[in-house]
T-cell receptor, first 111, second 114 residues
Framework: GENVEQHPSTLSVQEGDSAVIKCTYS??????FPWYKQELGKRPQLIID?????GEKKDQRIAVTLNKTAKHFSLHITETQPEDSAVYFC??????????FGKGTTLSVSS | SAVISQKPSRDICQRGTSLTIQCQVD?????MFWYRQQPGQSLTLIAT?????????ESGFVIDKFPISRPNLTFSTLTVSNMSPEDSSIYLC???????????FGPGTRLTVL
């Protein structure tokens, strides 16, 4: 089955800096790679995703890149703000199957 | 996206008892899943709830401990049986469409076992 590794487990940045979180996956059949943001006491919320036929996707300050050959994908957050502080999870799956998640990254943005 | 609700939102239970968690969606969905999130941990898949047939469990989870029902395309239940303090977690249902990959999460049920 799928196995997703995520690094780093914690990340501290200054407001305005960039943050990068990296994930690798094991199943070459996986074709969908989302990122979720989970604030304390809340449910995980989908913030951006990428499919295997695309190498990069951007939405305002966040972007995701995918390297299918190397089986890794990354989340990039630019111009970080204190409200970006949360736990971020990467996931992977193929259509019709459940998402498998990495262990999460706690991002702290200090002002 | 679908509106997903869970009941109860939280509960405190005694060891040895069972709790049934309900997940209700406001529209028909192909896929429903149950996850567990232990304190400070990631989302671990318990099982896929299949409509009209038995759930498909992940390694480490068994039907006797976590029986699941899915009587229709908008509703599912997860029972945590014979609970111990190690079962203290947040339990989340998640829904998706079979032909696309996106999944959305319910608000979760915070379970504490004493």
């Amino acid at each position: 089955g799928e196995n997703v590794e995520q690094h780093p487990s914690t990340l501290s940045v200054q407001e305005g800096d960039s943050a990068v979180i990296k994930c690798t996956y094991s199943d070459s059949a996986s074709n969908y790679f989302p990122w979720y943001k989970q604030e304390l006491g809340k449910r995980p919320q989908l913030i951006i995703d990428i499919r295997s036929n695309v190498g990069e996707k951007k939405d305002q300050r966040i972007a995701v890149t995918l390297n299918k050959t190397a089986k890794h994908f990354s989340l990039h957050i630019t111009e970080t703000q204190p409200e970006d502080s949360a736990v971020y999870f990467c996931g992977a799956n193929q259509a019709g199957t459940a998402l498998i998640f990495g262990k999460g990254t706690t991002l702290s943005v200090s002002s | 996206s679908a509106v997903i609700s869970q009941k109860p939102s939280r509960d405190i239970c005694q060891r040895g008892t069972s709790l049934t968690i309900q997940c209700q969606v406001d529209s028909q969905v192909t896929m429903m899943f149950w996850y567990r999130q232990q304190p400070g941990q990631s989302l671990t898949l318990i099982a896929t709830a299949n409509q009209g047939s038995e759930a498909t469990y992940e390694s480490g989870f068994v039907i006797d401990k976590f029986p699941i029902s899915r009587p229709n395309l908008t509703f599912s239940t997860l029972t945590v049986s014979n609970m111990s303090p190690e079962d203290s977690s947040i339990y989340l249902c998640s829904v998706g469409a079979g032909f696309i990959n996106e999944q959305f999460f319910g608000p979760g049920t915070r379970l504490t076992v004493l």
